[in-house]
């Protein structure tokens, strides 16, 4: 994932204080071909994890490989009936579908593509093996799911379809306040038609902030135009360095440190949601954020973790010193451009405007 910090500090002081073994992290994983992100594996043995793919030998596969036994895996299509009133809808949709507002399809990645089924050379549809696996035609909305295995807790759900994540989305809301979801990764398209049933930017922004989750990052990958190719990003035909935003994962959270979140909300959260949603916050690189919340719930969870101890682990370098939470703070009320660009880099940097003229 290109928005995570794969080496948090907080989230393992968390689990080792153990804080979390009566009320382990679960997370659902839809779209989890390749198995669960190594980004979660931070809290084990607190760890529980179901994962949701359509790939029958993949999930075989992944079933043989896990060794955690509290992650399982899951042979199915997750969204809503066929009868249900969105999916016709997006059916009407998919009939007016315009390719101007596809512009993927002019992409330097389809000419390579094409460039190279034209040379005898593999081609990105053959490395998606994917798209010829034989895939189950079970399917099941994520509440279903839920109820069916009994989880009375889902702390983050994550989506990744290649289209069909606002509709995934769709069939999780009614368990969103039952079991106290935290937040969603989704895979958004950042280019499509203008309608209501597309998982776009827009329609995924309008679910998730009306049902009081906010943005907290996303990532963008870029997609250069045949008519001037960029480098590609990794040794296939797909993102490239620069060009136009095409796709990205969009991260929403609640915001329990604002003190308006019970107006939103109904109520405060749990002290264990409370600290699972602190690990979130540093995984999604808002280590601020946790600093809020830490702070805002200091009295509650001071029962269950060292509160200024989490702080210090939070806390950035200062001018590449290790320094409390507290120190850093009292360097920021001194004097705040502590926090602007080191002044060597500023010197080093006009020499060399210099060193040019």
């Known amino acids: 994932m290109d928005n995570a910090n794969y080496n948090p500090a907080l989230v393992p002081e968390i689990v080792k204080s153990g804080a979390l073994d009566d009320d382990p992290f679960v997370l659902i994983d839809v779209g989890c071909g390749l198995g669960v992100d190594p980004l979660w594996r931070v809290f084990e043995p607190n760890l529980r994890a179901h994962g949701i793919d359509p790939q029958i030998a993949e999930i075989e596969r992944l079933g043989r490989e896990e060794r955690n036994p509290h992650v399982h895996y899951h042979a199915a299509l997750v969204g809503l009936p066929d009868d249900d009133e969105f999916r016709k809808r997006r059916v009407d949709d998919a009939r007016r579908w315009s390719a101007y507002f596809h512009p993927l399809a002019r992409s330097s990645g389809f000419l390579a593509t094409e460039r190279a089924k034209e040379a005898g050379r593999r081609s990105l549809e053959e490395l998606n093996t994917w798209t010829t696996e034989e895939l189950t035609t079970d399917k099941v909305k994520v509440g279903d799911f839920v109820r069916q295995q009994g989880l009375r807790s889902i702390d983050f759900v994550k989506t990744d379809t290649d289209g069909s994540d606002l509709e995934v989305l769709l069939s999780t809301v009614d368990v969103i306040k039952e079991t106290g979801i935290l937040g969603f990764m989704v895979e958004t398209s950042y280019n499509t038609q203008p309608s209501d049933t597309e998982s776009s930017i827009a329609n995924v922004d309008r679910l998730l902030r009306d049902r009081g989750f906010l943005l907290y990052n996303l990532s963008v990958l870029r997609y250069s135009r045949a008519a001037l190719p960029a480098p590609f990003v990794y040794s296939a035909p797909m993102q490239t360095t620069t060009g136009q935003a095409m796709f990205g994962d969009m991260i929403y959270l609640r915001d329990a440190g604002s003190s308006d979140y019970a107006e939103v909300w109904g109520e405060e959260l749990t002290p264990t949601k409370l600290l699972k949603l602190a690990c979130l916050c540093e995984l999604f690189q808002v280590p601020d954020s ?25 806390t950035p370098r200062l001018r590449g010193r290790r320094v409390s939470y507290a120190e850093y703070l009292a360097a920021f009320d001194r004097d705040p451009s502590a926090l602007y660009p080191h002044p060597i880099r500023r010197v080093v940097s006009g020499a060399r405007r210099r060193l040019r003229r």
Not at 290 to 314: F, K, M, S, W, Y
């Open 290 to 314: 946790a600093a809020e919340l830490l702070l805002r719930h200091e009295q509650t969870l001071g029962e269950l973790i060292d509160v200024r101890g989490a702080l210090d682990a939070l």
